[in-house]
């Protein structure tokens, strides 16, 4: 089978235009990351992780909180003030062992 000239322009357009393989052109790495989040699935596994990763954090704050001596004991405070008391009572425990 030949092709005739107006064939073989047609062919060679196309192909050229898919890029190698005779694939359509693919999409940058950005887009295609963009489209991937877009997805239910993603967005709800991203959810559950976030979740996972707040819960870890909050758990770390009230453990450090427990070891601050605060009175009253059952005063509630703010994650900056758990860290601005540590901080502070660090400090005071480095002072104590240097004297």
Not at 47 to 63: G, H, K, P
Not at 77 to 87: D, T
Request: aromatic fraction near 6%; charged fraction near 30%.
């Amino acid at each position: 089978m030949t092709l005739t000239s107006d064939q073989t322009l047609l062919w060679t357009e196309t192909t050229s235009s898919m890029g190698l393989g005779g694939r359509m052109p693919s999409q940058s790495r950005e887009e295609r990351r963009r489209r991937r989040r877009a997805t239910p699935k993603y967005r709800c596994a991203h959810a559950s992780r976030e979740r996972v990763r707040v819960v870890a954090f909050n758990v770390a704050f009230a453990e450090l909180r427990k070891l601050l001596p605060i009175l009253p004991p059952d005063k509630k405070l703010s994650k900056i003030e758990i860290l601005r008391l540590a901080i502070r009572y660090i400090s005071y425990l480095s002072h104590v062992l240097d004297v």
